[in-house]
């Protein structure tokens, strides 16, 4: 299996789009380990919660690997070469800061 098919079906198990961010991955997992965690589900939930955990830090580590052809890791390179930066918004690039007039960077 293709690292690429590899993303998209742990991805499935997470119940996301190929499209995810490594931030949406992260929200389902915790969301998943939640309900499954030993603690709250009891010990026969322990192999359950371990292959969750598993499978998140394998897809998070193709993620950022670039495997995804949407990986952030593809979009926020491209961006940082072109002088852009991220201000927290997925929605929103914006060019760096300019300094106050009458001072020289």
């Given at each position: 299996?293709?690292?690429?098919?590899?993303?998209?079906?742990?991805?499935?198990?997470?119940?996301?789009?190929?499209?995810?961010?490594?931030?949406e991955?992260?929200?389902?997992?915790?969301?998943?380990?939640?309900?499954?965690?030993?603690?709250v589900?009891?010990?026969?939930?322990?192999?359950?919660?371990?292959?969750?955990?598993?499978?998140?830090?394998?897809?998070?580590?193709?993620?950022r690997?670039?495997?995804?052809?949407?990986?952030?890791?593809?979009?926020?390179?491209?961006?940082?070469?072109?002088?852009?930066?991220?201000?927290?918004?997925?929605?929103?690039?914006?060019?760096?800061?300019?300094?106050?007039?009458?001072r020289?960077?």
């Amino acid at each position: 299996m293709s690292p690429s098919q590899r993303i998209s079906q742990l991805l499935k198990r997470f119940k996301l789009s190929p499209k995810a961010t490594q931030g949406e991955l992260k929200a389902a997992y915790l969301k998943q380990a939640k309900v499954l965690h030993p603690d709250v589900a009891g010990e026969e939930s322990g192999e359950d919660f371990r292959k969750l955990k598993e499978e998140y830090e394998e897809a998070m580590k193709l993620l950022r690997d670039g495997t995804s052809p949407y990986s952030p890791g593809s979009t926020a390179s491209s961006a940082s070469q072109s002088g852009q930066h991220y201000h927290g918004n997925y929605q929103h690039w914006a060019p760096p800061p300019r300094p106050p007039p009458g001072r020289q960077p």
